[in-house]
């Protein structure tokens, strides 16, 4: 049911084109055939005409409203908003101010994690992460124990097995970074094979490794805990 109206204002708008916005539309409302959704969408947007002719001037941010028949709720963007958005619908438009409220807090910042049997990539900012991607099958084999020249051609197909590993799982991150502009991240994992995912350098260049960081766990919930509890 078309029963809810949002609207968007730019910190650079003027109040009264906005309050001439608000006018006309309310003139359109009343062509609405059905007398329920006519009465209840004139309602919300007098509701926010009411709340726009009391102001002198918009906050520094510009200014959300959300508005029914029955409520208008009043909110300042986190951070300024640049867009003029009206929309009516069967619910609020909260996608611009989930947006605008997520970039306020601040940089997301990424996570590999990888040893040679599993690998973890997830986004975190401050002490909360989400996981975007885990495998726990690489196909790396144990090193192989026997000797002579078996041993030797074996421990060379290990190296290869580790290099595609690792190739996959940063190709894996390439992607996730690219797509979320993340540009800086952290690498956790035992000593030495965290350490050759780095020097290898499959990352894409853009990236920075802000750190590397010894974890015992690589799974996509302790991992990415321990990784930050032991990070700086």
Not at 81 to 96: M, T
Not at 134 to 158: A, I, L, N, P, T
Request: with cysteine; hydrophobic share 35%.
């Amino acid at each position: 049911m078309t029963n809810k109206v949002s609207l968007y204002i730019s910190a650079d708008s003027n109040l009264q084109a906005v309050r001439n916005l608000m006018k006309s539309e309310i003139q359109s409302a009343k062509n609405i055939q059905s007398d329920w959704t006519r009465t209840q969408v004139t309602g919300a947007l007098r509701k926010i005409l009411l709340q726009i002719n009391d102001m002198k001037k918009l906050p520094k941010n510009g200014l959300i409203l959300f508005a029914s028949n029955d409520n208008v709720e009043l909110i300042e963007p986190p951070i300024i908003n640049h867009s003029n958005i009206y929309r009516c619908g069967s619910d609020f438009y909260r996608e611009p101010l989930e947006l605008m409220t997520d970039e306020a807090a601040g940089e997301k910042y990424g996570m590999i994690l990888i040893d040679n049997k599993e690998a973890t990539i997830a986004w975190f900012r401050g002490r909360n992460f989400v996981s975007l991607w885990h495998e726990d099958d690489s196909r790396v084999m144990g090193k192989h124990k026997k000797g002579g020249q078996s041993q030797r051609r074996f421990e060379r197909g290990h190296e290869e097995a580790v290099k595609q590993w690792q190739r996959k799982v940063a190709a894996k991150a390439n992607k996730i970074f690219q797509d979320m502009e993340i540009t800086k991240v952290i690498v956790g994992g035992p000593a030495y094979r965290k350490r050759m995912f780095v020097e290898d350098n499959y990352l894409d260049y853009r990236i920075e490794v802000l750190a590397t960081v010894d974890c015992e766990y690589v799974d996509d919930v302790a991992g990415p805990r321990e990784c930050l509890a032991r990070w700086k």
